[in-house]
């Protein structure tokens, strides 16, 4: 039945193309920013955990719940990355912008890193190198972009648009 009706339309269309699995266009490094600030909260939250005075059983389980978490958003900033990199930075992007390779590459093993170990400054150096991603997809997008502080633990400057 599938291929009856998929035969139908094969006969009254040209050509099909798409720059991603599916073409909807809405990419935002704001989502990679998301992540990388999550990691970092999270790893802060686990470095605090032993001045919390908590039971062996309850910081066992703080410990566990906090590193699923964070090693969680380390991989969906690699994600996220992997998707705007992949299907988003293409042709002009990319001889405007040629180190984003490298940067995609430095941010993969920056959100290892910070899934493998528990030290503060790979959580601040993957918020810096998504910073520096943010910039240059918003460069792309051709739209301006600033750096500002979260409203919230850690309190960390980010890239965002400026709308």
């Not at 035969?7 to 990679?32: E, M, Q, W």
């Not at 979260?150 to 309190?155: E, G, I, L």
Request: proline share 3%; hydrophobic share 40%; net charge negative.
């Amino acid at each position: 039945m599938l291929n009856n009706l998929i035969s139908k339309f094969n006969n009254s269309l040209d050509s099909v193309s798409a720059h991603c699995d599916i073409p909807c266009g809405i990419y935002d490094a704001r989502t990679v920013m998301y992540h990388a600030v999550s990691t970092l909260r999270q790893i802060d939250i686990l470095l605090s955990l032993k001045d919390k005075g908590l039971s062996q059983t309850s910081f066992a389980m703080q410990v566990s719940r906090n590193t699923t978490e964070k090693e969680k958003q380390a991989e969906l900033v690699k994600h996220e990355v992997r998707v705007i990199w992949g299907d988003f930075m293409k042709g002009a992007h990319l001889e405007k912008h040629p180190e984003v390779h490298a940067l995609a590459h430095d941010i993969m093993i920056a959100g290892s890193a910070c899934k493998q170990d528990l030290h503060r400054e790979d959580g601040i150096k993957l918020v810096e190198l998504c910073n520096q991603f943010s910039e240059v997809f918003w460069d792309m997008k051709g739209i301006k972009s600033k750096r500002a502080s979260t409203p919230y633990a850690p309190n960390i400057e980010v890239v965002i648009p400026d709308l």
